[in-house]
């Protein structure tokens, strides 16, 4: 079974502060995990990818399988930050992706 | 392309009755997917077609859900009858190929069921 648990449902953070968005997961193979953000009235979007391995509006995400987890890292938030990011794991060969419940992150001026 | 459709954006409706959510993906994409979102439970997984076919339909809460793709521009989820705790956001997404591709988002029917 695939499980994807965010223990944070609210992030409040100052402008210029680091943030760090936790992601765990649960699953017996080999995952690949995302990152998906939702702007205020704006769809659901893709934010990065960890087979990607890139940086995206400054978010890095690690995926360590010893402590299944794939944090949302940023140095300096940004007040455009603010927003409900969704970690989620698929299996790959599969299509179903799962998510986690959604942390809401506010980026205070 | 204008991305993925949904319609109608918004529905509100009473107690017992049917309700149609209706999905165009994008243009060649080979998957469609049906999600709910609630505060209380986050974005969960309802149903999705690969090819047009039901691949897992055991997110659909109960038999009072069904969803259709009759073709590959369109598909249906259907609530017969509705309840107030079907009131949600219900997104639909399509994706080109397996499951590390990004999934496309609509921008989903906001449903209130009185």
């Known amino acids: 079974a695939q499980r994807v648990t965010q223990p944070e449902k609210l992030l409040s953070v100052f402008k210029g502060a680091p943030v760090e968005l936790k992601c765990n997961y649960s699953?017996?193979?080999?995952?690949?995990l995302f990152w998906y953000v939702q702007y205020s009235r704006q769809r659901l979007q893709l934010l990065l990818r960890h087979i990607s391995r890139e940086s995206i509006k400054g978010f890095t995400a690690d995926l360590n399988k010893g402590e299944t987890s794939f944090h949302l890292k940023k140095p300096f938030a940004q007040e455009e930050d603010s927003a409900m990011y969704y970690c989620?794991?698929?299996?790959?060969?599969?299509?179903?992706?799962?998510f986690g419940k959604g942390t809401l992150l506010t980026v205070n001026p | 392309d204008a991305g993925v459709i949904q319609s109608p954006r918004h529905e509100v409706t009473e107690m017992g009755q049917e309700v149609t959510l209706r999905c165009k993906p994008i243009s060649g994409h080979n998957s469609l997917f049906w999600y709910r979102q609630t505060m209380m439970r986050g974005l969960e997984l309802l149903i999705y077609?690969?090819?047009?076919?039901?691949?897992?339909d055991s997110g659909m809460p109960e038999d009072r859900f069904s969803a259709k793709m009759p073709n590959a521009s369109f598909s249906t989820l259907k609530i017969q009858p509705s309840e107030p705790r079907d009131s949600a956001v219900y997104f639909c997404?399509?994706?080109?190929?397996?499951?590390?591709?990004?999934?496309?988002f609509g921008p989903g029917t906001r449903l209130t069921v009185l």
């Open positions: 997404a399509s994706i080109l190929g397996g499951g590390v591709n990004e999934q496309f």
């Open positions: 699953y017996s193979g080999s995952p690949e």
């Open positions: 077609f690969n090819n047009n076919v039901p691949i897992d």
């Open positions: 989620a794991l698929t299996g790959g060969s599969n299509y179903k992706l799962t």
